[in-house]
T-cell receptor
Framework: GAVVSQHPSRVICKSGTSVKIECRSLDFQATTMFWYRQFPKQSLMLMATSNEGSKATYEQGVEKDKFLINHASLTLSTLTVTSAHPEDSSFYIC???????????FGNGTRLTVT | GQQLNQSPQSMFIQEGEDVSMNCTSS?????WLWYKQDPGEGPVLLIA?????ELTSNGRLTAQFGITRKDSFLNISASIPSDVGIYFC??????????FGTGTRLTIIP
């Protein structure tokens, strides 16, 4: 079945540094990928929609200059958290969609801790 | 961001019992999906519903897409220990920009 790989699974960084998270579709081409953030005991909140070859679309309240998204190929999207702060600590999850109407599949998430 | 109302928020049941949870929305969706999330992992798709009134089963799981397109339920029959986790509903239009429910945490009492 469709597999979405996310890396790293856990990362700890210091305040002010930047962290890059990768999301790869392993056995299908993903024209669209989505980035979610999930705080403890809460639901998934969509941050942005990443479209291959074009700029990402950000949800209201999400700073595009802080959360940089690049979708340079049909199998890879990256999310870079720039100048990270402790309040950015969260569980970041990507999902990928292949052909039209194919179900979304999620990566295993990245636990970011900013100290 | 928008969230769907999902209930119950948590459930404590004994192994072998049936489980029922539902999601309601103030707006309609063309797609309803149900996911299960284990601690520290991403959600795993359980059932996808694409048509109002659709009733779909996946093993011991059954889900329905409400006629009004504003609700959906998920039933689990004869629960087993590995059913423990958090269940999320999600509504969308052709799978794009899913809106997630608030989650139902299922605990099985030994």
């Amino acid at each position: 079945g469709a597999v979405v790989s996310q890396h790293p699974s856990r990362v700890i960084c210091k305040s002010g540094t930047s962290v890059k998270i990768e999301c790869r579709s392993l056995d299908f081409q993903a024209t669209t990928m989505f980035w979610y953030r999930q705080f403890p005991k809460q639901s998934l909140m969509l941050m942005a929609t990443s479209n291959e070859g074009s700029k990402a679309t950000y949800e209201q309240g999400v700073e595009k200059d802080k959360f940089l998204i690049n979708h340079a190929s049909l199998t890879l999207s990256t999310l870079t958290v720039t100048s990270a702060h402790p309040e950015d600590s969260s569980f970041y999850i990507c999902s990928a969609q292949g052909a039209n109407n194919s179900p979304l599949h999620f990566g295993n998430g990245t636990r970011l801790t900013v100290t | 961001g928008q969230q769907l109302n999902q209930s119950p928020q948590s459930m404590f049941i004994q192994e072998g019992e049936d489980v029922s949870m539902n999601c309601t929305s103030s707006s309609i969706f063309n797609t309803w999906l149900w996911y299960k999330q284990d601690p520290g992992e991403g959600p795993v798709l359980l059932i996808a519903l694409y048509k109002a009134g659709e009733l779909t089963s996946n093993g011991r799981l059954t889900a329905q897409f409400g006629i009004t397109r504003k609700d959906s339920f998920l039933n689990i029959s004869a629960s087993i220990p590995s059913d423990v986790g958090i269940y999320f509903c999600a509504g969308g239009f052709g799978n794009e920009k899913l809106t997630f429910g608030t989650g139902t945490r299922l605990t099985i009492i030994p």
